[in-house]
Structures are given as C-alpha cells and as structure tokens.
C-alpha cells in the first residue's frame, strides 16, 4: 500500500527522530511539564504498582456492532483509554473517524444504563427499580407468553434502527416466537436495495477505483464513516483525475471537492432522474444494442418520459435546465461512469421512482456491469459463515400475518426477513393498521427521536400495552418503557466475529462489563430459552452458538481468535463483467422465489410493480408540502425544510452525550443562507424558531453560504442533553430539536407508496426567538 | 544543522473529518472547551458558485516562536536537535503573554490556568509514533515529518500534479 501511493504513507522512522533529538534518553529532555508531571506521576506509580499497558486488536462499536472498523484498544490498568491503529482491517486501513477517539467516554459515560430496570411509576415518568438480569428475562418471558395466548403471537413487535449483526437475532426471535412484525425505519438501504433488485435484478456498486466520472447522488461518503473506505477512494479517484458531480441539496466537503454542483430542492431527485432520462432517450444518447438486448419495455418509456423534459423539471428541483441537459450528456457519453447513490433520495413520497430512474439511466447508457461503471463486485472465497436468520421458514401464511407492510406483501420477505415500517408498528397502537400489537422489544432504537410522526408515537407509547428497551445508556424513548434492560457495549464482550469483504476476525473483550449485564445477543439466547424455545437458540449456550456459526469456516470460535488474532484473510475471486444473462435472473428472495426481473431484462417498463397495483414507470409524486406542491402556504412558509440523516460525529439520534463529540457539534444549528437570514433579521448563531404546518422546534441560526437560498437543514435526532458539558434534554416534541415532529403524518402523503419510504420534506416559517 | 520537524496539510485531501481533533484530545486527555488542533472551513464565492476549502491547524513550532520571546518565566522552550516547541507548566504562570505574543491563536489555558497546547506528540515520536492526528486522518491529509523531507514531498507533489498525462510544455518556478 505505501509502494502505491508513494508518499502518503510514508512511514514515519523512529530511528531518525531519535537520531535528531540527539540521544535515546531524548523523551525525557525534548518534552514539556505536562510529560514530566506525567512521568513523576508514572514513576510513582511505579514504585507501587508498575502501570500495565495492554492494546487488544478489536473492532470499533460506535457506529453500533456491525462492519466495526479494526482498532488496538488500548487498556491501561484495566481501563479503556484509546486506540490505536489496527493496519490489518481491510474496512479501515489503519484510520479512524472522531467518534472512534471518544469510544472510552462512552463506555464511561454517566449515561450507562448499570442495571436491568421495571418501572414502578406512571408510563413516561421515567421511575424505575432495579432488578436483576435473570429477573427481567423472566419477566418479559412471562409477558411475552401471556401476550401470545392471549392474543396470538403477532401480538409482539421489535423496531429496529438499521441493520446490525444483531438484526439476525432479532428476526431469529420473532420466527421461534412466531410473529412476523419486525419493524423496520423505512428510512434508510433497504428501500434503494429493493428497488434497484426490481429493476436491474441487483444492488451493483459504483467502481469508484475505474471510473472517469461519479455521479455523487444523495450519498455522504465522508459523514458515513469516514475511515471506512469512502473518503479513501472518493480522493484517490479525484487525484487520478476522475471528475465528481454531486447531486445534493447542501454544499459540503465532498461537494467542495466536486467537480460540479447539482443543488437540487430535497425531495425531487424523481424529477430530476425523470428529465435525465428525457434528454438522453430524445438525444438519442442510448447505448441502442445494450438496450436492445438487455432492457424490457424501452418503447413504452420513450413514450411515457415524454412528459418530463428539463424545462418541466427545472422548477420543480430548482435546477437550471441547461445543467440537467449537461449532466445527463456528460454521463450517457463517458464509457466509464458510475452512480453512487445512497440515503438522499430515501426520504421522499417519490422515492421508488427517483431509484427507478436511476436503475435506468445506468442501463440505457449501457453503464452497467462493465470496469469503472456499476458493477456487480467479484464475491469472496470465505465460505460463508451460518446466518442466524430462519429464513426457510417462512411461508405466504406467514407474511399474510404482517400487520402493514414496509414492502408490498407480493415481495415479501426481501433479503432482510419480513418486515413492516416502523412507523405501521407505532400507528398500529393507536388501530391505524390492520390489528394492533401490544408489545413492542425496542433493542437499540429510540421510536421518537428517530422516526417521523412524533407526536403519534408518543400517543402510541401511552397506549402501549408492554414495552422493553435493549440498550447501552438511556434513550429518548425510555420512560416510558416496563422493562429496561442494559446490554454491555462491544468492549464489554467477546463475541461476535465481525466480516469485511474477504477478512474474518474474533472480536475481543476490553474490560470486563461495568455493570450487571450481557450482550445483544446473548439477550436474545436467554429470552429465547426462557420462553421455551431452547431447542432453536443452543438452550443459551453462546460459545456452542459462536461455535456453530463458523463451521463452515471448518474452525472453532476460539481457533478464530487464537490462531488468527489480527484476523483471516481469504483469496477475493478476480473480478467477472458483463454478466448480464446471470445478473438478470437472479433470483429473488420472495416466497415463490421467482427471479426480480421476470424478462431476464432490466426492467425499464416493471410488470411485476404492474400487476401488484403500482405505476409500471417511474413517475414523479410532489413533496406533502414544497413550493410547487403547495405554492399557496408559500407566503405564510416560505422556506423548504429538510434533515440530514447523519453527521460526522453522531448516528442518528445517539451519541450527543459524548463530550468530545459534543463539543464540535453543541447544537441544533439550523443552516440557512446569509441572505435569506438577513432577509429575516436573523443573526448568525440567533436562537430561531422553525415552524411547520404540523408542529415547531428551536433551532440555532448557522449562516451557511453552501445552501440554497429557498431551503434550511437541519441534522435530525436531536433530543439528548450531556451532563459533562452542563447541556440538558430537549422537549421530544414541540419547543423541542427534533425534526421528525415537523412532517406530515398523513398516511397519503408520508410515504412512498411502494417502499413505505418516509418523507422528510416540509414548508416551514423561521423567526428570531 | 538540527532538524526542524513539522506537520504538512494537503488541504484538497482534507475533508472536514473531525478525526484529528477529537484524537489529539483523547490522546492528551484535553480539558473540555479546549483544542489544541483546530479544523477550519474557510468559504469562498457565493451561492451556487460557491465553494469552500477544509484546513486543520495545530501549534505551528515556529522557528523563531514568538511565544518564547516573550515568556517571562522561560515556560516556553523551543526544544534543540526537534524544533519541538514546548511549554513547562510548572514553570507557566498563566500571565497570557503568549497568547497575545502568538499571531496565530495557539496558546490555551486550561483548568489549571496555565498554557497548554500541541506538542507533536513527542512521548508517541520516542516510542516511534507518529502524531496520533497524523495517524489516524482518515484522508491521508496530515503528514509529518522534518520540514527538509516535507517541503521536498509537497514540492513532487505540485510537480507530479503539473506532469500529469498530457506532460505540459510549461516550467514554473519562484
């Protein structure tokens, strides 16, 4: 790696430091007071008990346990104080994010949840006893059953944040429990995964290593993770000399490094894709034999895009025709462009149709499948190890049992597990949905900070018959909660192993858990024995589990740790394109498994969206509110509002209570143009109130030249205050930071109507407070 | 003649990460409001041509500190044979002269009111470390090194720049 990129990694030489500093002894002369209280303060405690410093190769947890990022804990006298590089993760390389520096106040945070809890007070008072660990899983285990006797299994429901290596158990429980009602956000990869499956028969990814040009649509390679590979080849491509168009709302630091801005109005990038297509099918800049042999229903769309020409879009995304026409030449005429899309487009009512459009700019241009466009990615020799996930249990009785769908029920289960959206759980509560559930397991999710509809959910959290929380320190959601209980954070255990692409290694115990609690995972080994269904969970065994998950490894748990303990790497297989007739009959996940492109084509006209009731071709569906949807509330909401789904130094709605984190983002800045603030007499850093038609919030004013003038943005998830920094809760609701309170909560206009994504788009009014 | 060791930004790998400071706080245990490496956005043009560009700043360790010049209990040393510049907090009696002396901001003072600030990392340099920003940048921005070794890589690095493929029959120079 140093060989290849020269003088990046150059490794810095001990030997010439020293050489300089003249003698060896030279760390004692060359540093400050601070190092020399430091080493009088060392040296006494030598003379009692010599300091032990340990670093244990591990994985990072603060993006929640999945795909963790490689780190050397480090442990001194049996306390986690840092990290240091782990060169060996291929995920990480050696770099770490500012939320990896401040793991250890995490772990020691006040905020720790030190015991499993029963409330003993009123629903959202927050009054709690202690209990013991056995006792709380006796006691959910008990309810759960007299739940299931009474009104049937699918009683129960779990909402889940986003995929984590525990989502697996969680869809382990429901099956053995026999409730199809996992809820999931409705806001985030599930929704792209899914759509691009139905449309190009998979989910390929942008070859930013080979590609000329990079689209840059709604992603944030640097905000999601930015050790974690993104930002590596987002700058090794620009200095290649790759060109990057962004297509994003806010100027931020990729977009800085763009080589063009598209700054399209939030919510519209279905209009914007639609008129792509327009300019690149009438300009005849089609690759005619991809599409030829490879596409279905090209006529039917040459007709139907018709509708969309750029000067139809221009006022709708706010972008200047010429430069849609640009950007559509620009990627329909260079060989090698890709598009990598992500999270952006997830949060509007045309969601399905902004990723359709982007199936089918990929496969017109004939940029699919082919060195430096989307690719399909080569696959790795590491025989996979055994999911937790029942997946072949699951029949069309099962998914008729779902209670409101995150997908429609012809597509049901997709490669997740069946699944209802989140926000239907909630709603459910309160009767909106087919049959209400009456207990909800929320294992590292916070429902009102992180999920649109906040007032409902809180109505729902009254009602709610049972609710238990799995986390690691207190969440938004917790008072009103009838069972807490604590797990330990990922430097707390031992298990599970984590996988990055072609790289395997057993995760380590840091410290000994803090308090009187296990992990994730082993909640859901205990829970599920303590309801009787053992038999499907090792009877709470979680070594025979680990054990059993890496047999195909042809090794033990302990063999993994022991005999490879920087981690097993594995051959990755050579790269294969141009696979078309395999990648478009791929089959789906669905009950009769049938494959996602009925025609082996890509689905540029989707008969299988036809016969469930959907528009066959993308179409374009206005924001609940914006200034060409309802221009008549412009005048009294004159500025668009929209939210971030996560920044630098926060996931989602966690984290705030971190100081180091805190300290650079202390507030809910509300980011709007100098002009449009002055406009309004509002002063940079002025504490304003942003108000919609369906709720209000308190922001802080941050003058931000990167924006559009029309449009404000706002980081969403904000509720938590931080003791070590003297900043309390925000209100959940109203007079709160939480953008999910300002949205619609109109079934007709709050999603999208196939991918139950939810919208994050709406008129507001900001005044000085 | 003694080494002077530095640190070189490449401001277009910078991305506004984070990572460098909250590192270096984590790394010296740094008292809550203060930073002794800073990450600036300095913005340029104005909507929709406006751009802006990332930079992260520590303690310069200027060759001649004018914080040193002023300190009227010698707290400040420019350390020999490393160019280090230091500050001996017993020593220190927080009189905030560096502060004022510094043109670029650097001196801080923490609980204990005396001056804090970076000092490379020189317990990590003896152990054979780099500065704990350096190694963690995620973009490979921050590099350190002996201002000889620095100045002579960010120098192939506009040269590789300029030659690029097409190989410019141009020569720039001071």
Known sequence: MSEETGLINRKFSRRTFLKATGALGAAVALTGAKDTLLQQSVAKAAVAAPAEEKLIPTFCAMCGPSAGCGILAKVVNGKFVGIEPMPECPLNNGKNCP??????????????????????GKKGEGKFQRITWDEAIKLIADKLLELKAKYGPESLGTVSPARRSYSEYIYRFLMTHGSPNYGHSGICAVQRMFVLSYTVGGVP??????????????????YSGSAKGGVASFLAAKERGAKVIAIKPTMESDVAKSDMWVPLRPGTDAALGLAMINVIINEKLYDAKFVEEWCYGFDQLKQHIQQYPPEWAEPITGVPAEQIKTVARMYATTPKAAIDVSNGPEHARAANDAIRCIGILMAITGHLDKKGCNVWGAGSTMPSPRGVHLFERYTQEWVDKLLGYELPPQFQPFIEGTSCSLYRLWNSVLGGEKYPVRAIIAPGSQSVASTRGTKRILEALEKLEFFVIVDVTRTSDMPWADVVVPVCTMYETDHPFEVSGNWIMARNKVIEPLGDYKSDYEFWLDLGTACGYGADWWNGDIKAHMDWRLEPLGMTYEELRTKYPRGRTYEPKPPEYEQYAKRFA????RIDKGPYLPQGKVALYNTLFEAAGFTPMPVWRELPEGPTATPELLEKYPLLLSDYHTSRTYNAAWLRHVPYLREIEPYPYLQIHPDTAKSLGIKDGDWVKVESPHGWIKMKAQYYPGIRPDVVFALHGWWQGC??????????????????????????????????????QTLVRVTKL | MAKQYGFWIEIDRCVECYACEVACKAEHNVDLGIKWRRVTNVWSGSFPNVTFKTISLSCMHCEKPACEAVCPTGAIKKQPGTGIVTVDQTKCIGCHYCFFACPFGVPQYGKDGTMQKCNMCAERLAKGQEPKCVSTCPGNALHFGTMEELSKLAQEKVAKKLAASTNPSVIISK
């Open chain 1, 99 to 120: 939320k990896a520096h401040a793991a250890p106040q995490w772990v020691y945070s006040p905020e720790r949840l030190k015991y499993p809890m029963k409330r003993v």
């Open chain 1, 205 to 222: 990814s942008a070859d930013w290593a080979n590609a000329d040009l990079i689209l840059l649509w709604g992603k944030q390679p640097i």
């Open chain 1, 723 to 760: 003791q070590e920094l003297g900043f309390e809760d925000f209100p959940l609701g109203d007079g709160g930071a939480n953008t999910n309170n300002m949205y619609t909560t109109d079934p007709q206009k709050m999603y999208d109507p196939i991918i139950t994504a939810m919208t994050s």
């Open chain 1, 586 to 589: 791929a089959k789906s996940t």
